[in-house]
């Protein structure tokens, strides 16, 4: 059944051939007790290992059942050492950690078997050694003829037909050596193949049913000196499986408890680093949101050339007119008609015939006319902004919805904000607003007869549907400060609403409506106009009955309460189809005073700046993330490696009784998984009070809420999960590159380690 014909074997050591077996011809049948006898350093472990598929023959053939083991692939051989072949070593080479009857069930799980069956088959096989009441202990616990029938006991699991013994009873005192060679010449008798190696010709003599001498590699004697105990036996099937996960699981713990403290030592620096990895992960997702809040911006208006603002009247116009109103109060220089000929000049938009003309400019793509109203409920002021058509969204500074209104579709676009404003009394969810009909008042420039009263005037209601409701909480300041009391519509739905409530085309908001001349309004919001407040300058001429009842007073209240602290509300907006030249920027001069894009300096330059800081925060946060996950993953990497070296005798072991590559990987990377994973649900709890407290702490060191609108360690819990998740995935992953190279030991190694 086993044949070698002209098997070679040679080593190259340092250019150097060792030919360590010569053109050896032996055939060995069931049922034969093979003694191997030889000097040391004869050839006879490499003759074995041969026969065990542990070493590769450089020469010659070797055939089992006559199939010739050439054709045979890297799987044939785990098959074939697992199936066909047990182990039996000098020093016995049982798992520490694990107990008898766990040495044994080891060799089992690579069968596939449930783990009942592997309880009866191991204890099974413990009896068969004698060893049945010893199957809890451990091999520190057994004498050496104990642990050495423990072993054959394992060499016989998954009944192979053929036992390699080298030395066997190399380390064993003659009497327990005799009570060996009983089991392995029963074992012989039992049909399976015996070959076995030893110094000791005497027990070679009394106990095996043939004697092979080998030196210098080559075999020098071949005699049967006994009867073999062969019958006819079946053919072998051959069973293929591999080690089954819950065993690879079980082999992992066992390691991790065996070597507790550095597995301990392991999880103690896992858990902080990966409480900061999630930490750090919060913080990291929570800044990315703000770049994308301040993007918009960033992108858009900073470098956006495309957008012009023409105003017919200057802001220093506006200024001075103003002032010169104020002189001509003061000095009682003024009648109905002054103040209706400065109103004229400083409430006057485009007309029809102008904008079409500034429109029909082949540089300009678009006008747009200012699109800002006053909204009041209650007594709660809102400005109501007509949203671009959704072509020219990408124009716009500041808005950054999830959800764009259709050109003219009817309905309101509420900031959370104002929507708490307004369900402040009743309900916490702004959210809740969505769908409801709210009735508003309006209020505008020439649709008001102006008195303070008259904020109730049914004129000035509609009712309306809040089509959607945006949260602008996870905004930065800047952002919220935009978004903040604002109420947003379609330019269409705007115009709807103009043409049934008879409006002109307003380019002013209303400021609050105060009574200029009610003392209580005094100190109450009122209006500024360069620096000062109309309030302030009327009371004192009324008060000292300077200012006559019939000095156009009516029209003095209603300028007042019209002109808005700056003229910006009069620009229009134009979006050009490129830079604009110089020349173009003349023409368009030529129609009022020309502004930049910006809305609103400061804004820009806050973003700039905050856009700048988050990416260098990022920047940091990343770095630290990458040395945090860096440090704990070579830990465990390096505590892995580690192991390869204290294990090499239980990797070779795996190996021998045909434990592929992929099971050893299996194995290590199951360690750095369940080390992982353990500290990983350790961290995820502590990270959860850990953020809050590292939350409190940058709050009271920096205010972060005020100047981001949210603190950047606010709890995100996908961000948590993400964060943890890819960690735990890290460190196992890195159990793969020690678990590697644990599989690419040879199994040799391990032989070798006995001579
Ligand atoms: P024995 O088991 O009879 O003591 P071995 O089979 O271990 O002998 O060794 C036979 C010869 O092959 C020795 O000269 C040994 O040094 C050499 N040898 C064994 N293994 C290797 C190896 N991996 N590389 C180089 N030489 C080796
Ligand atoms: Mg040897």
Request: with cysteine; glycine share 6%; proline share 4%.
């Amino acid at each position: 059944m086993l044949e070698l014909k002209k098997l070679d074997k040679t080593y190259k050591l340092k250019k150097k051939k060792v030919h360590a077996v010569k053109s050896v011809d032996l055939t060995f049948k069931r049922g034969e007790f093979v003694s191997i006898l030889g000097l040391s350093g004869s050839g006879k472990t490499t003759l074995v290992s041969l026969i065990g598929g542990l070493e590769e023959p450089s020469g010659g053939q070797l055939l089992i059942d006559g199939i010739d083991t050439c054709t045979f692939k890297q799987k044939d051989w785990t098959d074939y050492r697992k199936n066909t072949i047990g182990f039996v070593f000098q020093d016995f080479n049982l798992i520490t950690h694990l107990t008898a009857i766990d040495n044994v069930k080891i060799a089992l799980s690579l069968s596939g078997y449930s783990e009942v069956k592997k309880n009866t088959e191991a204890m099974a096989l413990l009896e068969k050694v004698g060893m049945a009441e010893y199957a809890q202990h451990f091999p520190a616990e057994l004498s050496g003829g104990q642990q050495q029938r423990i072993a054959i006991a394992r060499a016989l699991a998954n009944s192979p037909e053929i036992i390699l013994a080298d030395e066997p009873t190399g380390a064993l005192d003659p009497d327990t050596s005799v009570q060996i060679m009983t089991l392995l010449q029963d074992l012989a008798k039992q049909d399976h193949l015996v070959i076995m190696v030893t110094h000791n010709k005497y027990l070679a003599q009394d106990y095996s049913s043939r004697i092979v001498k080998i030196d210098k590699g080559v075999i020098i004697s071949d005699e049967n000196i006994k009867e073999a105990y062969n019958k006819e036996f079946p053919p072998v099937v051959m069973k293929k499986s591999s080690l089954q996960f819950t065993s690879a699981l079980k082999v992992a713990f066992n390691n991790l408890k065996i070597r507790r403290k550095s597995s301990i030592f392991a999880l103690m620096s896992l858990i902080p680093s990966m409480i900061l990895v999630i930490l750090l992960g919060n913080f990291i997702v929570n800044l990315l949101g703000y770049e994308k809040d301040i993007s918009p911006i960033y992108n858009r208006i900073i470098n956006d050339e495309t957008v012009q603002y023409l105003s017919p009247m200057s802001d220093h116009d506006f200024e001075w007119d103003v002032k010169n109103m104020i002189t001509n109060i003061q000095k009682k220089r003024i009648n109905e008609e002054s103040v209706k000929a400065l109103e004229q000049k400083l409430f006057t938009p485009y007309d029809d015939e102008t904008l079409k003309n500034i429109e029909s400019l082949d540089f300009v793509e678009a006008v747009f006319p200012p699109n800002y109203y006053d909204v009041t409920i209650e007594d709660e002021h809102f400005i109501l902004v007509g949203l671009l058509p959704e072509a020219y969204q990408a124009y716009q500074y500041d808005f950054n919805f999830d959800y764009y209104p259709k050109d003219d579709e009817e309905g309101l676009i509420f900031s959370s904000d104002a929507a708490n404003v307004l369900l402040g009394k009743y309900n916490d969810n702004p959210m809740a607003l969505e769908g409801q009909s709210i009735t508003f008042n309006m209020t505008s420039y020439n649709s008001i007869p102006f008195h303070y009263e008259t904020q109730a005037s049914n004129k000035n209601q509609f009712t309306t549907e809040v089509i959607k409701v945006f949260d602008p909480e996870s905004k930065t300041t800047l952002m919220s400060n935009y978004y903040k009391g604002y109420i947003y519509a379609s330019s269409g739905y705007i115009n709807t609403l103009k043409n049934q409530f008879d409006l002109e085309d307003i380019s002013l908001i209303l400021y609050e409506l105060v009574d200029v001349l009610d003392p209580r309004a005094a100190g109450s919001k009122y209006l500024p106009i360069g620096g000062k407040n109309l309030t302030d300058l009327l009371l004192p001429l009324r008060t000292k009955n300077l200012l006559q009842e019939d000095m156009a007073l009516f029209s003095i209240r209603k300028f007042a309460a019209e002109v808005p602290s700056s003229n910006f509300m009069m620009r229009y907006q134009i979006i050009t189809k490129g830079p604009l030249t110089e020349t173009q920027k003349e023409i368009l001069t030529a129609y009022g005073t020309l502004y930049p894009s910006q809305f609103d300096e400061f804004a820009i330059y806050s973003a700039k700046e905050t856009g700048k800081f988050i990416d260098k925060i990022l920047l940091y946060a990343k770095i630290t993330i990458g040395v945090i996950i860096a440090l704990p993953s070579i830990l465990v990497a390096l505590i892995l490696y580690i192991s390869i070296i204290l294990r090499t005798k239980e990797i070779g072991v795996l190996k021998s009784i045909g434990a592929k590559a992929k099971d050893i990987i299996t194995i290590f990377t199951c360690e750095s998984g369940m080390l992982a994973i353990t500290s990983g649900i350790v961290a995820l709890m502590l990270s959860f009070p850990a953020l809050n407290y590292a939350k409190e702490i940058l709050e009271k060191q920096y205010h972060l809420t005020y100047y981001l609108g949210s603190n950047p360690l606010d709890t995100n819990v996908p961000a948590i999960l993400g964060s943890m998740i890819s960690i735990v995935l890290i460190i196992t992953f890195l159990g793969l590159l020690p678990g590697r190279k644990a599989s690419k030991l040879h199994p040799r190694v391990l032989l070798r380690n006995i001579n």
